[in-house]
């Protein structure tokens, strides 16, 4: 398979905007993926995210090795913790918290996965996590102990996401979280893609076709959607391929 990253700065370059599937592996059972991958597979989906804040032992890597035989899109690991680390998936999204302080999600954990990637021969991509102020308390708040962004100080979510992008990082990824009352706001995104010569992933809350299309013309480059196709695959029939 091509080298993910290389495979999104193609598609980016070519105005292609990309949609990631969000799979948690606390919330799937294996006996529901074949059935849910279909549904995928007929979609405009062009990869499987992989993880969730909190995902009990092995669980990440029986799970991807079941997804990987019900598809060929690839799947990429967007792990809350090392135990979610498995040589199964395609990709890593190696992942840095710059809209927190905690140092063990700025660069703590990232020095803990490194003795298990040594052994890997995984794709891993570095990419800048902004959590965005959404309405609610999400599980990456409560986990990391850390806050988010405020949706106001939009300034500071540029600059950040900027800082980022100077610090090597690959990728930028603006969260609203799980289950987000509002999407990260389109002029947030706007402004935020600016500024950037790298791609822009923007998640959570998107619940419906029209707030996708909407991530996309304020210019992110992925949307990644999860709790809305766990809680109603029907949405799955809006994003069927022509």
């Known amino acids: 398979m091509e080298g993910i990253y290389s495979n999104i700065q193609g598609l980016v370059q070519k105005k292609e905007k990309l949609l ?39 669980k990440t890597e029986v799970l991807v090795a079941k997804i990987k035989a019900e598809t060929k899109l690839p799947v990429v690991l967007f792990p809350g913790d090392v135990t979610q680390i498995t040589g199964e998936a395609d990709a890593l999204l190696f992942l840095s918290l710059l809209s927190g302080r905690n140092p063990d999600y700025l660069i703590t954990k990232q020095v803990q996965a490194v003795a298990k990637l040594r052994k890997l ?16 308390e999400t599980a990456v708040q409560k986990v990391t102990q850390t806050k ?3 949706w106001a100080d939009v300034q500071n ?8 992008e100077l610090l090597g990082m690959k990728l930028i ?13 389109d002029y947030i995104i706007k402004r935020v893609k600016n500024e950037l010569e ?45």
């Open 148 to 150: 988010p962004m405020p």
């Open 20 to 58: 990631a599937v969000l799979i948690d592996p606390d919330k799937m059972l294996l006996e529901k993926v074949t059935g849910f991958v279909e549904k995928i597979n007929r979609s405009v989906a062009t990869h499987i995210f992989v993880g969730g804040s909190t995902v009990d032992l092995y």
């Open 173 to 185: 990824y603006l969260e609203a979280g799980s289950g987000a009352i509002h999407p990260v706001s």
């Open 121 to 136: 021969s995984l794709e891993v991509i570095s990419t800048g996590y902004l959590l965005i102020e959404n309405g609610k």
């Open 157 to 164: 979510i540029v600059d950040t996401a900027k800082a980022g």
């Open 198 to 242: 790298i791609p822009l992933i923007v998640g959570g809350g998107v619940k419906s076709k029209q707030q996708l299309e909407n991530a996309y013309s304020s210019g992110a480059d992925m949307v990644v959607i999860g709790t809305a196709f766990e809680n109603n695959e029907s949405f799955f029939d809006d994003l069927k391929k022509p």
